[in-house]
């Protein structure tokens, strides 16, 4: 038995197209993981697809002293010439206007004055020597040349003390010892001071 059309349906049953659903609409940057690339593998060391960083190189910088040198022996003459003057304005000061007899071992001389001159020369050129080995060998130069001074000057001013048994003799030879090795420390210290200057390199 068939059904009558109806007529308010504009078209015949036979000519109806299927209904179809509405396509689906995937957000943006929606991907289906089933289908998704594979994630590149870690970069391995030693692969050749993946060098190996280059090492990083930081500049190392290294300082010495350099001494100008004419200078410096020229400033070592004029320290020995001041160390010779003080040793005999010392022998001329307390010998001859204090009239005390100063304490002596003869090393170069049975003068007074003759000793004092000649070794407060030989200390000013040894010293002089002795800082510039110093200047060019050890890390802090002055540092080691201070102590061995300051050593070396309350040395030279206590031996007198063991050569006489009097005082007034013994207090006035390390007095003028001890300025002679004060003034030489002083000169030597202000000659690399002036002569000397730091140099830095990059290695």
Known sequence: MSVPPDPRDPLPPTRRQPAVPPP???????????????AP???????????????????VASSRLVIDAGRYWAGVIATAVVGALIGAVGVLVVEQIIDIQLVTQSVFSDSHTAEYTLGGAVAGAVAGVLLYLLA???????????????????????????WTSTTERAVATGLLNLVM??????????????TGRLQTTTV
């Open 181 to 194: 090795g004060i003034a030489i420390w002083s000169l030597l210290s202000g000659v690399l001071a002036w």
């Open 41 to 59: 593998a870690p970069a391995a060391y030693g692969d050749p697809a993946y060098p190996e960083p280059a090492p990083v190189v930081r500049p």
């Open 136 to 162: 060019i060998a050890a890390p802090r130069p002055t540092a080691f040349f201070g102590w061995i001074m300051a050593l070396a000057t309350v040395v030279a001013a206590l031996l007198p003390f063991t």
């Open 24 to 38: 689906s609409v995937e957000p943006a940057g929606y991907a289906d993981p089933r289908y998704a690339a594979p």
